[in-house]
């Protein structure tokens, strides 16, 4: 198994932006697609965005029109661009792909 290695939390305030990174062997992105996923406090992991092999994307209602999962093949990258960001954004958000172990996320705050 491999472990991602997820980057590029913080704090920031309602309505604001950030990107989040996502460190994703070519081994991996190549034969698999990579997901973003996020826990917020006392709630269950759930399902952000996903990127295929192919490039074909698909998110959440509750992101969808904010968030942009994207990858950068030549920096082994996946990205999450979060934009118009709520209080309820507030989790630690995590990528990984099927045969993955869980790594250990990266904080997000939006908070005034």
């Known amino acids: 198994q491999v472990q991602l290695v997820e980057s590029g939390g913080g704090l920031v305030q309602p309505g604001g932006s950030l990107r989040l990174s996502c460190a994703a062997p070519?081994?991996?992105?190549?034969?698999?697609?990579i997901g973003w996923y996020r826990q917020a406090p006392g709630k269950q992991r759930e399902f952000i965005a996903r990127?295929?092999?192919?490039?074909?994307?698909s998110y959440a209602d509750s992101v969808k029109g904010r968030f942009t999962i994207s990858r950068d093949n030549d920096k082994n990258t996946v990205y999450l661009q979060m934009n118009s960001l709520k209080p309820e954004d507030t989790a630690v958000y995590y990528c990984?792909?099927?045969?993955?172990?869980w790594g250990q996320g990266t904080q997000v705050t939006v908070s005034s």
């Open positions: 990127i295929t092999t192919g490039d074909s994307t």
């Open positions: 070519r081994s991996i992105t190549s034969r698999y697609s």
């Open positions: 990984n792909y099927v045969l993955g172990s």
